[in-house]
């Protein structure tokens, strides 16, 4: 699947500081960032860095059209992101796609 831009219109409801929406932004704890390998040389703030993951999804909700864009059936999902990669953008991934879907 390709890289979809998550930036809200404005009639998304988008947060004046965060046109992306709260549930989009991710916070590692010192912990995680360590695991990362990223505690003695991080990315910069306002760096762009690439990003992959594997998640789980944990709720899948499908209600009536609540917004009013009259398409049917309004469909929101909450994701718990079980692996994590961060690389410098334009980066190698330190490993393959095949290997991090099934193992090694």
Same mark, same amino acid.
Do not use: F, W
């Given at each position: 699947m390709a890289l979809v831009d998550m930036k809200q219109g404005d009639g998304d409801h988008a947060m004046p500081t965060n046109p #992306? =929406? #709260? =549930?989009?932004?991710?916070?590692l704890s010192e912990d995680q960032v360590e695991a990362l390998g990223l505690q003695h040389n991080p990315p910069s703030a306002g760096a762009? %860095? $690439? *990003?992959? /993951? *594997? /998640?789980t999804v944990v709720t899948v909700t499908q209600d009536a059209d609540v917004? $009013?864009?009259?398409? =049917? !059936?309004? %469909?929101? *999902? /909450?994701?718990? !992101? @079980? &692996?994590?990669? !961060? @690389?410098?953008? $334009? =980066?190698? &991934?330190s490993s393959n796609s095949a290997s991090m879907l099934y193992g090694d």
């Amino acid at each position: 699947m390709a890289l979809v831009d998550m930036k809200q219109g404005d009639g998304d409801h988008a947060m004046p500081t965060n046109p #992306y =929406g #709260y =549930g989009l932004r991710i916070c590692l704890s010192e912990d995680q960032v360590e695991a990362l390998g990223l505690q003695h040389n991080p990315p910069s703030a306002g760096a762009t %860095v $690439g *990003l992959r /993951a *594997l /998640a789980t999804v944990v709720t899948v909700t499908q209600d009536a059209d609540v917004d $009013g864009d009259s398409d =049917g !059936i309004d %469909v929101t *999902l /909450a994701l718990q !992101i @079980t &692996s994590l990669e !961060i @690389t410098p953008e $334009g =980066g190698q &991934s330190s490993s393959n796609s095949a290997s991090m879907l099934y193992g090694d």
